[in-house]
């Protein structure tokens, strides 16, 4: 029974830290492939195996959308 009551007393902290580890990783994932001009996008694009480049904000990235990014960066 002790066992049991100390893993309900941290369930709550155990979920927050692995929402922050899932969102540590999209973060990372997204920082990786970040660039200022569309020719660095472009050669990302071709070392990932996807194609094309996109923009957002004020940043380009590789890959024709941000769902195909994250596709190949996460592989």
Same mark, same amino acid.
């Given at each position: 029974? #002790?066992?049991?009551?100390?893993? !309900?007393?941290? !369930?709550?902290?155990?979920?927050?830290?692995? %929402?922050? %580890?899932?969102?540590?990783?999209?973060? /990372?994932?997204?920082?990786?492939?970040?660039?200022?001009?569309?020719?660095?996008?472009?050669? #990302?694009? %071709?070392?990932?195996?996807?194609?094309?480049?996109?923009?957002? #904000?004020?940043?380009?990235?590789?890959?024709?959308?941000?769902?195909?990014?994250?596709? /190949? %960066?996460?592989?």
């Amino acid at each position: 029974m #002790k066992l049991n009551s100390v893993f !309900r007393n941290f !369930r709550i902290p155990i979920i927050y830290f692995y %929402l922050f %580890l899932n969102f540590n990783s999209f973060s /990372y994932a997204h920082m990786k492939g970040t660039f200022t001009s569309e020719n660095k996008a472009a050669k #990302k694009s %071709l070392e990932l195996g996807c194609i094309g480049t996109h923009k957002n #904000k004020d940043k380009w990235l590789p890959c024709k959308n941000e769902k195909e990014l994250h596709k /190949y %960066l996460r592989k």
